[in-house]
């Protein structure tokens, strides 16, 4: 089950969203809901594959990189002149872990097949 999460999570969400999509009402944006609910799929795959390609635990610094988001999105509303508020701030960060984290995944799973063609 563990090869199929980190090799595969965008097949699994994929099924994740038919699956919601069918399920819920049509007044529930089911996209929305699913790319939320991924964060932790594709944290949990990216950690994986860090600790394979560099052969030590980075869970820590992953971890770190991920939560830095959360201030630097306050930051930036800060600068654009609008009030902080954190449940827009928590809910834009964690949209923005999920376009960081999607091809963060293929860019470390394309350099793990690399490395293991090599070898």
Partial sequence: MLVYIVSFPLVIWFM?????RKIMP????????????GVVL????????LEAIVGVDVFW???AVCAAIFPANAIWQRVRHEDVVYSKMFVHG?????LLLVPAHFVLFTIGIAREMMY
Avoid at 16 to 20: A, K, N, R
């Fill in 16 to 20: 994740v969203y038919m699956i919601l």
């Fill in 61 to 63: 610094l992953l971890l």
């Fill in 94 to 98: 964690w949209r923005l872990l999920f």
């Fill in 42 to 49: 594709w944290f949990y795959a990216c950690r994986i594959l």
């Fill in 26 to 37: 049509k007044s529930v944006n089911t996209f929305k809901l699913v790319c939320d609910a």
